[in-house]
């Protein structure tokens, strides 16, 4: 049987190029989150199929890519359901695991605790443009802060590694899921049907206010309550006026202080800020995680054509595990996304260190090569990358390859001539 050379669908190579881009991007993601007081934390890749299917994660749920139990535990002939075959799964995102994690412990961990984790996550998922079933995800969460500094915190340093990384003129996204249920609930939507009412919401970039009404009428909802609802899209503003407008409209639904919240973040980040960005009130923002439970956030950036992260407050999640709810609030950068567009514009790392190859005659003497070494290993000292390698028949090609790697300084190096 011949073996497989190409790597499983929906999983990928990572070619040298694209190694040292990813690995300079992860080293300012410490850099930049250390300075804003994020602390790095893992947790395994592999959790419990209890954990993974607590109703917590949205359609995510259906693509958990499920494990067998293992020895003698693994029965196949007498199993009559999922549950006697899987007992855990490989994790679709961080947010459960880190959950889990705190939960298990909170004692030995300081109050907030600011977690920063990355780590590879896996969804059974149709890959696509910027998206793999195997991928890395970086998170920081803040859980033990109640109050709104949780959000301006998060947004302002995923913002700030943005602008590092010399992105432009993308726009935060920012709503609040209790704004969602008090619109559907001013409108005239029974509360058991929210659910399908953001579902459809969600659809609003693609198929428009017509189409999102067609939808909701399909869906056998009373016209008046359909018109009620996009009349309030139609007149929101994407500004903190148009927060207010929500609190005005929707009083008697809507607690006036989670609109003043949602006011407080937008108006500390846009005078804090530290990158070229803008921050937006989008009332048809949804997400899809079912956890979240106040304010939400994407990041949508023009160059890629969608969101490229996004995040918000889970203030009921680590009750799930410990039975006493934590104030939790987590953003969340697209890493494979990221990655992708700096390497379709051709991103060059800055301050890289000088390369320079050495390409040795394969007659050179033992003494001759000990002395080649030796000045290698000084330069390297100095900062200096140095590559040795046996000069190739093809000695042109071998060069261009070099080039290509970002040898500015190719020496060739003689028998006859050292």
Not at 14 to 40: C, H, W
Not at 266 to 279: E, G, K, P, Y
Not at 366 to 389: F, H, Q, W, Y
């Amino acid at each position: 049987m011949t073996l497989k050379k190409k790597p499983v669908t929906g999983m990928k190579d990572i070619l040298p190029q694209e190694m040292a881009v990813r690995d300079y991007v992860i080293g300012l993601i410490k850099e930049t989150y250390r300075n804003f007081g994020f602390s790095s934390m893992e947790t395994p890749c592999v959790e419990h199929i209890e954990n993974l299917n607590s109703k917590q994660g949205g359609e995510n749920e259906k693509l958990i890519f499920k494990i067998l139990k293992r020895g003698e535990k693994l029965k196949l002939e007498e199993a009559k359901e999922e549950a006697d075959l899987v007992d855990s799964g490989l994790r679709y995102d961080l947010t459960v695991p880190l959950c889990r994690y705190y939960s298990n412990n909170a004692s030995q961990l300081p109050s907030p605790f600011k977690a920063l984790q990355m780590g590879n996550v896996w969804r059974a998922d149709r890959p696509q443009r910027g998206r793999f079933r195997q991928f890395m995800q970086c998170d920081i969460d803040i859980l033990g802060e109640p109050t709104n500094l949780a959000e301006i915190e998060l947004i302002l340093a995923t913002t700030t590694l943005l602008g590092k990384l010399d992105f432009h003129n993308f726009t935060i996204r920012i709503n609040d899921r209790r704004i969602l249920k008090a619109m559907a609930a001013y409108s005239g939507f029974p509360e058991e049907a929210y659910d399908t009412v953001f579902i459809i919401l969600d659809k609003m970039d693609k198929i428009g206010l017509d189409g999102v009404a067609q939808e909701l009428e399909k869906e056998g909802f009373a016209k008046e309550a359909v018109e009620k609802y996009l009349e309030l899209f139609r007149v929101i503003t994407p500004d903190a006026a148009g927060v207010r407008l929500v609190k005005e409209k929707l009083s008697g639904y809507l607690d006036p202080a989670y609109a003043d919240g949602l006011t407080t973040i937008m108006d500390s980040v846009d005078a804090s800020r530290d990158a070229d960005f803008r921050i937006a009130f989008d009332p048809t923002l949804v997400r899809g995680m079912s956890y979240y439970t106040g304010p939400i956030f994407e990041i949508s950036m023009d160059e890629y054509g969608g969101s490229v992260g996004g995040g918000g407050r889970y203030d009921e999640m680590i009750g799930k595990f410990t039975g006493q709810d934590v104030p939790a609030c987590g953003f969340s950068i697209g890493f494979e996304r990221i990655v992708m567009l700096l390497l379709e514009r051709n991103y060059q790392i800055p301050g890289i260190s000088r390369k320079k190859a050495y390409l040795l005659d394969k007659n050179l003497s033992p003494e001759a090569m000990e002395r080649v070494i030796g000045r290698a290993m000084e330069e390297r000292k100095d900062g200096c990358t140095v590559n040795l390698s046996v000069m190739k028949k093809n000695k042109k090609f071998q060069k261009e390859q070099l080039e290509a790697e970002g040898y500015t300084e190719i020496e060739e190096i003689f028998a006859d001539r050292l």
